[in-house]
């Protein structure tokens, strides 16, 4: 399945907002954090269902979603997010739940400091939800181009 034109506009209108190259250095370490942090804190809200002994939560739910998302607009980017996924999966179940809370305020406070100073514009975010999801599409995405982590070739 080819990547959809939908998917290549949002990226590229994220891409546009994030041009600095500190602001997406902080991007590349707060998005993961802000995903992490998400599927612990809504792991808080159980489903009351159970799979492979494990109570699954909202945020299992919600990265099912995340994956369901990427696979409709770019099967590859899928496949790429689900190692992600599964890691973070397991792993949010032993960070305890303060520490998640902790996690996620600082993640999108350095993501606003990073808009605010180096960027000089608001978080996409403010226009447009679907930035929730392209956020990590664009770092998934700059992985997939050959980006370092800190400056994808998809910055310019």
């Not at 997406?24 to 489903?47: Q, R, T």
């Not at 979603?65 to 696979?71: E, I, K, P, V, W």
């Not at 993640?107 to 000089?120: D, N, P, S, V, Y």
Request: aromatic share 10%; glycine share 8%.
């Amino acid at each position: 399945m080819q990547r959809t034109a939908r998917l290549d506009s949002w990226i590229t209108s994220y891409r546009i907002d994030h041009r600095n190259p500190v602001n997406h250095a902080v991007h590349v370490v707060c998005i993961p954090l802000i995903v992490f942090s998400s599927l612990g804190l809504l792991n808080w809200i159980p489903l009351h269902v159970a799979l492979v002994n494990h109570a699954v939560g909202l945020g299992d739910l919600g990265m099912v979603l995340l994956l369901a998302f990427f696979a409709r607009h770019d099967l590859r980017l899928a496949l790429l997010a689900l190692p992600f996924a599964a890691l973070m999966i397991v792993g949010a179940r032993y960070v305890p739940p303060l520490a998640h809370l902790a996690l996620f305020a600082a993640a999108w406070t350095a993501q606003f400091f990073g808009h605010g100073l180096w960027e000089k514009n608001r978080p996409s975010l403010m226009s447009n939800l679907v930035s929730l999801f392209i956020a990590p599409a664009f770092l998934l995405d700059g992985l997939m181009s050959g980006g370092n982590g800190i400056t994808s070739p998809n910055t310019k």
